[in-house]
């Protein structure tokens, strides 16, 4: 009873000598080797709904398994919320790593700085699929000019409208940005119990068309070096653009400012708003509130009339872990899950839109409703800056922040972006 | 004791890697990590946005604790006083409310105040009122969330501790006629110190830490993070994007402080006449 | 005596147990709420026409929670977690604090603040030495990984918490027992453990709960083997960041829940009458 104590202090003892020189660090080279059997790991992200998901992946492994028949894997589903945990501990970890995993393409290149996927320029090259796939979505497995993986599915914003409203109210859905100003503001003078549109403070992703499609940017250059463009003359147009709907003519400052994406699709669900900014993701959401049946969706209109604001580009990519020990086979089973058959089968079973233009087309053909998503897709979509540093600008509300100060009228539009500008390069800065 | 080096093996490496260079490329072992002496506290003291976050974390940090002790040892002393089926109700609705991971207590809150979702705006007549948007609003609802959730600690271990003293002690003093405040004041209070003092304790340091409420109740730090406290601002700068020598340096500094704050108090106790 | 002074303070206690019934409702009605919203289906939870009941009840939100991988094997973890973390902490702490109440020794109360420090700073800042102890230790993805830091952070608090308890006994109360001939280990087991019961169901308490609901240990040490998981993620999985799933989110809590208030119920009778018959043997 009492030596294990002792004996544990003396081991922790012992630890902490061996180790107290320096905080530590792992190996994580990568292994040099390449087994052609054995066991292959997997790590999909976990959905509210899984079962679909998984009977896809099980159909592919099956496929993958023909194939190689040495070869075992293993799948595990991860929480979204637990993977920065987890990824991180598997570099660190490499006993505990897989070989293949799936990520939300704004933190490919923190992954990349962090040294944890392998490069596979040559592999994706050498992929005939990959030809088709559409350019944000390589973009976002790109960082500086090298590939670290494949898309595996994109999610996109457009304008749900609510046609009730609209039909009362004797409107048409907006053609620029300018007359969904003004139709936002007409609705909400009608029925001051709606929202025009709802709009967030924090919704960064929704606010971005609104600088893109003004002719800004979030940050110029390339690869390493990036420089902050959120001041610039025509982001601050953008700016002021969104930042406009705030207001008691639309959407009040005291509710809407610290509003995020999903509020607002909340909103809109709930039938407190006549339009939102929301993902062909917050279908399920709307269909399962009051605005069912009595919406229609059209891709969020640009500055000229008829054209279409380029959107934000979310979604999942897979990759290989640098650390694998099965370096081809992790890739065949990496194209194998991103692959177009297995993409198609995924937007049957969870409705998650494919990377691939043409099978894209193919899936706007069968379900009606994503036919504004893949729009807004085929006009071109636009990606965050491709730096670890964007990680920082992202947790640390660097734009939430600069939209709240102008909402809130703490600061004007110059004064914020200045503020944010100097933030974003600091953040550049320090991650190198 | 037995498991001391878990405890203090993990402070040492946090002192030591608050002066180096320590990012999640050096922890995968990308880069060297290299030794950057005050830099990182140099940064730190150099933003004028820390200073501002500390003050508003320590006298956030002061009301959530008087507020919580306040309840507490009031609803404590009422425990003494009740039957047990008043008792065993308020017993299991703070238990519940104790039990509740912080995350989905915040996001309940935050529905029950909801301007436009919520029922208690209804229940009092506030139309569309918005709790979070104001500065001190919205610390007002996250101080009553911090409350809610903290408070039965202190009132179970308050409780327990009333229990533990001598019912003849108590009968003596009601039958001199003391009052209810009396008795708390001159029997109950001094007998009770060394719980208070660990409680007293235990609740500045997780008020002085407070994370989940204010992250998801003021989504991330309010309206142009006018509701940032400490810790958060230590998940936003460092940890969510694996600069953990930046992370580490907050942390020391936080660790100090509550330090100061606790041998302060102590010393305080002491003069007083109660000794550790 | 007892019975003329009950008569007299009859409305005092009345009042007393109504205003203790009516924060019992103030303090439950959040929780009735995360309750009804795990009830009412989808687009209910956020309506612009907020009821405190519903018309439709529907168990879909913890059919998704049920329905999850391995859901039995996280519930049975964190039991499992727990409860090694309860019995070892409060064992531990018990003879710790009648250690530093009872005998004078140097550092003594360096000591008693070392116990804290650890708890001062942010907890995310300590995951990473930990993660590497306890991959040194070949630890990771076992329970052992989430049972040793828990017992390591809630002993602090349950020994300086006992040390309150101990402190309230009276010393001639261990005198008197050593002259009635008791030894040592005698007084330990037999008179001052019944007597700080109350305070070890206190501590007991805390630390179940603060294990139980533990996300950050779960999430960076349990990397790779699911099936060590605990419950609290299987609540993680409905906080999508675009599309959280409300419903999900108040079933898998309400499910979390009830464990702790059965633990409680079991435990409380010990803290109500922990002390009464103790003092009379």
Redesign the interface.
Known sequence: MKLAPRLAVL?AAA?VAA?ACA??T?DNSSSGKDEKSGTL?VWLF??????PKEKVVDAVLADFKKAHEDTKVTV???????RA??IK??F??P????DVIEFGNTDTAGYVKDGGLADLTEEFAAWDEAKDADPTARQSVTVDGKVYGAPYFV?VRALYYRTDVFDELGLKAPRTLDELAATAKQVHAAKPDLYGIAVGGAYTYGAMPFIWANGGELATGKGGSYASAIDSAAARKGIEAYTSLFGDGNCPAAKCAGMG??DTV?AF????AAMAIG?D??H??VE???A?GKYAVVPLPGVKSGSIAPAFA?GNNVGVLKSTSHRTLAVDLMKRLASKKAQGELFDAMGFLPTFTDVRQQVAAKEPFVKPFVDTLAAGTKFVPASPAWATIDSSQVLPTMFQEVISGKKDVGAAAGDAARKMDDAFGSAG | ????G??????Y??GL?SFLEYTQAQ?SGGEPATFQGFGNYAELFGDGEFWRVLLATVVFAAACVVSTLAVGCA?AV??T????V????????????????????S???L??F?P????VN?MLGLGDHSWTYGRYSAFLLVLLEVV?CSFP?VM??V???I?????EVLEAA?LDGASQWRIWRSVLAP??R??L??VT??SV?WD??V?TQIYVMTGGGGIAGQNLVL?VY??QKA?ASSQ?SL??A???V??LI??AV??VY?RLLRRQGEE? | MNLL?AQVRRPW?LA??A???L???V?????Y??VL?AFK???E????E?R?WTLTPSLDSFR?VF???EFGRYFLNSLIVAGSVVIASAL?AFL?ATAVTRFRFRF??T????????????V??????????M???GQ??TLGSLI??H???S???AI??L???V???PEALEEAAYIDGASRTRFLWQILFP??F??L??TS??SF?ST??D??FA???I????SQSTL??A????????????G???AA?TV??IP??VF??LV?RR??S???GA?KD
């Not at chain 1, 595990?76 to 637990?82: G, L």
């Open positions: 081991l630890v180790t905080p530590q792992s790991r976990q959905e509210v709904n899984n079962k595990e589903y991860i929480p979204v919320e637990t945990q987890r501990a598997a660190n970890d006993k505990s790593a897989p999610g994406g999903n909340t669900a709930s039938g407190k993902g993701f917050s399920q959401a399962a509130g009051k069912k979310g | 004791m037995v498991l001391g878990l405890l203090v093996y993990p402070v490496q946090l890697i922890v609803l009422l425990l006083r009740v039957r047990a008043p008792r065993l109700a308020l017993m299991l609705a703070a238990l519940g409310a104790w039990a509740t991971p912080a995350v989905t207590g996001t309940v809150w529905l029950l909801d436009d979702f919520g029922p209804r809610w600690f179970v271990t409780y327990a501790g229990r533990a003293v001598p019912a009601a007998m009770l060394p719980i003092v660990v304790i235990q340091i002085f830490k994370f810790n230590a998940y940890f953990y992370g580490s907050i942390g020391v936080m660790l509550l330090l606790t041998l102590l550790l | 002074r206690r007393a147990e205003s203790a019934l924060i019992a409702v303090v439950a009605f959040p929780l709420w995360m919203s289906p989808a687009g939870i956020e309506s612009t907020p405190p998704r329905e999850q991988q531990i710790a003594r109360t000591l008693l603040i070392m116990f804290l420090v650890a708890q001062m700073v942010p995310e800042a300590l995951t990473i030495p930990l993660f590497f102890l991959r040194d230790f990771l993805n040793l830091p017992i390591a952070f002993l602090p608090f300086w918490m040390r309150g308890f402190k309230a006994v007597l700080v109350p305070g169901v206190a308490v805390f709960i139980w609901n996300f950050l999430k960076s040490f990397i790779s083997d699911t609290p993620m609540l993680l999985v409905f906080y999508k960041p675009d599309d959280p799933d409300w999900g989110v108040m809590s979390m829940t702790v208030l409680f119920v409380q803290l109500v922990g002390l009464g003092v």
